[in-house]
């Protein structure tokens, strides 16, 4: 019996098949993440205080507003769609 290290993976499809090269895809992707990160990380975020204070309030809990977006009723007719397995 193969140790799992030595045995080729089942169906999984060649760079030549894909039209590009995984790894390589991976190790840009990677370069671009760690180009991205940030050494402040959370700390460039401001907090949502004093100037920013109104994006505190979330508008649909407001008295006399309209609801939570999606959830009035339509007065448009439609027909009944039943889908089978």
Same mark, same amino acid.
């Given at each position: 019996? *193969? $140790? @799992?290290?030595? =045995?080729?993976?089942?169906?999984?499809?060649?760079?030549?098949?894909?039209?590009? /090269? +995984?790894?390589a895809l991976r190790?840009?992707?990677?370069?671009?993440?760690?180009?991205?990160?940030? *050494? $402040? @990380?959370?700390? =460039?975020?401001?907090?949502?205080?004093?100037?920013?204070?109104?994006?505190?309030? /979330? +508008?649909?809990?407001?008295?006399?507003?309209?609801?939570?977006?999606?959830?009035?009723?339509?007065?448009?007719?439609?027909?009944?769609?039943?889908?089978?397995?």
């Amino acid at each position: 019996m *193969a $140790d @799992a290290t030595t =045995q080729s993976p089942v169906n999984i499809p060649t760079p030549e098949e894909l039209g590009f /090269d +995984p790894e390589a895809l991976r190790k840009k992707y990677a370069a671009e993440r760690a180009r991205r990160l940030r *050494a $402040d @990380a959370n700390d =460039q975020y401001q907090m949502i205080a004093g100037r920013f204070d109104h994006y505190n309030v /979330d +508008p649909t809990s407001i008295p006399g507003s309209r609801g939570r977006p999606g959830t009035r009723t339509s007065t448009c007719s439609s027909s009944a769609v039943a889908f089978m397995d």
